[in-house]
């Protein structure tokens, strides 16, 4: 009998529609072990724990949502491979007894590097939403950057949290309305604003097309609240690749005109091209984030960490340099900072994170990858973010 790939994906889908199937050991490598606690549930241990939880508990909507990237997501997987072709060079008899993680961005301290990626509707992952997120990233010393897209507003996570906030910004054509909303993340105390510039169309989202995305009856984006002729889904409409959530027209002109309206540190997010990262740094940012959107938008272009060594020697340190995309071991974090980052954003993971376990997920995930970042540091020899450099990276 002969299956069409359609017919696959709509028989998958109605399997991760159902809540009360078990654990599917089949997906199991061979020989790996089911870990449960007493109470029968699967006890996440390491990040790669929660992605097939998460499948079990959130709507097939929810999950084609995140989990999917454009095109036939080449990018996507290459944002993973990248990281695992990368070899680590260890160093042993060194003095590794107390592990500083702390990083300064913008003139404050953090605990550790890890901070949360702006991700869209948090809500449609788990009734906790935002605010669960934001409880989750607090007690995890994570910095937690609140997307335009969120079904929660910034005043209310804010009020939530006493963690740190920034926020990112999709430019609106009204710039009437853009003021307003960047003035709102500052009221709230949010300390950056990052600005995502890779995106005035979006890519080709397949799955999300095949499902008809959109956010149900109830559940809206407070951020964009006023604005005509805003689409209930994420999709442009039908023979167009325009939407009316993003400016097409966005151009250096409008960063230099959110510069000048903004008090926080400004980041470009989504510069792949070390032109674009040069260009940025003459321009005046306060940082730059390296993405590829989590490949969700423009296919088979570079995985994030190819590109980072490439923007690093470009900006030479004049900036923050920051990097998403692929991140799901505490070694990917190690790689990324001896390559030039001075920090790493992670979103898929924690969302899979909030999907299973709300807010105490969240948390978890970025414990998970604190430590695995600790161990990985000590037996490479390193007693300090300062301290990694390239020497960390094998080259045969």
């Not at 409409?237 to 939407?243: C, D, G």
């Not at 250096?252 to 980041?267: Q, T």
């Not at 995309?325 to 899979?352: C, E, H, M, Q, S």
Request: hydrophobic content about 45%; overall charge positive.
């Amino acid at each position: 009998m002969t299956i069409t790939r359609r017919k696959l994906l709509q028989n998958t889908s109605v399997l991760v529609g159902s809540t009360a199937l078990s654990f599917n050991n089949a997906s199991m490598t061979e020989g790996q072990e089911v870990r449960k606690t007493p109470e029968g549930i699967v006890d996440p241990i390491e990040l790669l724990d929660f992605e097939p939880l998460a499948r079990k508990q959130i709507t097939p909507v929810a999950w084609e949502y995140i989990s999917s990237g454009a095109g036939d997501e080449i990018s996507l997987r290459w944002n993973r491979e990248s990281y695992d072709r990368l070899r680590l060079m260890p160093s042993a008899l060194v003095d590794v007894s107390s592990i500083d993680l702390r990083v300064n961005l913008f003139g404050r301290e953090l605990p550790h590097p890890i901070l949360l990626a702006p991700t869209a509707y948090h809500r449609l992952v788990h009734n906790e939403g935002e605010l669960g997120t934001a409880r989750g990233a607090a007690a995890a010393g994570a910095v937690m950057v609140v997307s335009t897209m969120a079904t929660t507003s910034i005043e209310e996570i804010a009020a939530e949290t006493k963690g740190p906030l920034w926020f990112q910004l999709y430019v609106h054509p009204d710039h009437g309305f853009t003021r307003n909303l960047v003035q709102r993340a500052e009221a709230a105390g949010c300390r950056a604003l990052v600005v995502t510039i890779d995106t005035p169309v979006l890519g080709m989202r397949y799955r999300e097309m095949r499902i008809k995305f959109a956010l149900p009856q109830g559940m809206d984006r407070p951020h964009l609240r006023g604005l005509p002729d805003v689409p209930s889904g994420h999709l442009p409409q039908e023979k167009t690749i325009y939407s009316a959530l993003f400016d097409a027209k966005l151009s250096w002109k409008d960063i230099e005109w959110l510069r000048s309206i903004a008090k926080v540190p400004v980041l470009l997010k989504g510069i792949l091209n070390p032109e674009d990262a040069d260009r940025a740094v003459r321009s005046g940012v306060d940082g730059i984030i390296v993405s590829n959107h989590g490949a969700r938008n423009l296919d088979t272009v570079p995985a994030t960490i190819d590109v980072l060594p490439l923007i690093a020697e470009r900006v030479k340190r004049s900036v923050p340099l920051l990097i998403d995309g692929g991140i799901r071991r505490g070694t990917d974090v190690l790689k990324a900072l001896a390559l030039g980052a001075d920090a790493v954003l992670i979103g898929r993971p924690y969302l899979y994170g909030l999907g299973t376990m709300g807010g105490k997920g969240v948390a978890l995930v970025v414990d998970i990858l604190h430590r695995e970042l600790q161990a990985a540091m000590a037996l490479t020899g390193n007693t300090s973010i300062k301290a990694i450099n390239r020497s960390v990276i094998f080259r045969p």
